[in-house]
């Protein structure tokens, strides 16, 4: 192997442009010479592929998304499109890829290489933290620190209104961001896809804190869900608070990366440019503190589970008995 090029794909995340930096750098510390690729697969597909310089990668550690830029491809499904990507790596002589994403893009690379043999090394990078066996994906912490930032404001007008607030958080079909959030920011409530809850439990505590002098409240309700706004109506008409919504959205997905972040953005890196000759084609995971390498089917074959500390830990502000 001696050109390996890199691609950020699916929903982009804080931390990518560490991994990023770290890639050229460590390329070149490796002696391989780093390529980008811009725009994920549809860039593939459309040959933005460049030679990657130190200079690319100067004044980025402190930046949010990513340089080289993300999309999602519909037209990856199409066979042809692919063997346009393929011819695109022949004429640049590249080897190998290095893909940041969520399973979604592994798998597009899985399918790849079966078919162009072109290798591969997978790193988890998604605000979601959904892929099965893997504890940490790069996005997470940034996120999570944004969504506590977001929540201790809401809290100051909450508390001076005495409201309720509904707070929505991202993670598609997971409630790990909003799981999190809820133990970290003290919330009353936490509702996610994964777990039932139970309203009645919840209201029966509510009215009672009301009556001890309880004057504000904080829900936090995973978007997977998609009943943010009923719990807003409920918190009306069944608690008798006057409530508000906040839809928290994209700005979960941006802003400076961690310190975490920025870390485990270039662990991964080593840990799959040091793979990537000997064992490839596969993920990087992070597991018990340690990264660990998977295959794609591993984790295909395996459910994405919550842990279960946390989960103990909120099941009160899920109405669980
Ligand atoms: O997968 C990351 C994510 O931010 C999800 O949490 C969210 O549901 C989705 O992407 C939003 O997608 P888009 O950026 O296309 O609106």
């Not at 409240?217 to 608070?241: C, M, P, R, T």
Request: net charge neutral; charged share 30%.
């Amino acid at each position: 192997i001696m050109n390996i090029a890199i691609l950020t794909s699916g929903g982009d995340s804080s931390g990518m442009n560490n991994a990023i930096k770290k890639f050229v750098e460590y390329s070149y510390e490796k002696g391989y010479t780093p390529y980008f690729i811009y725009r994920g697969l549809e860039g593939l597909i459309d040959g933005k592929i460049k030679k990657a310089t130190y200079k690319d990668v100067s004044g980025i550690i402190y930046r949010g998304g990513t340089i080289i830029k993300s999309s999602r491809s519909k037209r990856w499904y199409d066979k042809n499109y692919r063997k346009t990507a393929y011819e695109n790596l022949k004429k640049h002589n590249i080897d190998a890829l290095i893909i940041l994403g969520g399973d979604g893009s592994f798998r597009a690379l899985k399918v790849f290489y079966n078919e162009f043999k072109i290798p591969f090394m997978g790193i988890p990078a998604t605000i979601d933290n959904d892929i099965a066996l893997n504890e940490y994906s790069i996005g997470v912490d940034t996120a999570l620190n944004i969504i506590r930032e977001a929540v201790d404001d809401i809290r100051d007008t909450a508390s001076s209104f005495s409201r309720a607030f509904v707070i929505e958080t991202m993670g598609r079909e997971c409630g790990y961001l909003a799981l999190v959030s809820a133990i970290a920011n003290g919330a009353e409530m936490c509702l996610i896809p994964e777990v039932e809850f139970n309203l009645k439990n919840l209201k029966k505590r509510y009215l009672k804190e009301i009556k001890e002098g309880r004057d504000y409240f904080i829900a936090i309700v995973a978007e997977g869900l998609k009943i943010s706004a009923k719990i807003k109506e409920w918190f009306d008409s069944e608690i008798g608070f006057e409530s508000r919504l906040t839809v928290l959205g994209h700005i979960q997905r941006g802003g400076a990366p961690t310190v975490i972040e920025r870390l485990r953005a270039s662990e991964f890196i080593v840990n799959a440019l040091d793979n990537i000759e000997k064992t490839p084609n596969k993920i990087v995971t992070y597991y018990d503190d340690k990264f660990v390498l998977r295959d794609l089917e591993e984790i295909e074959n395996s459910t994405y589970r919550l842990d279960e500390k946390l989960l103990k830990l909120a099941y009160p502000l899920m109405g669980k008995e």
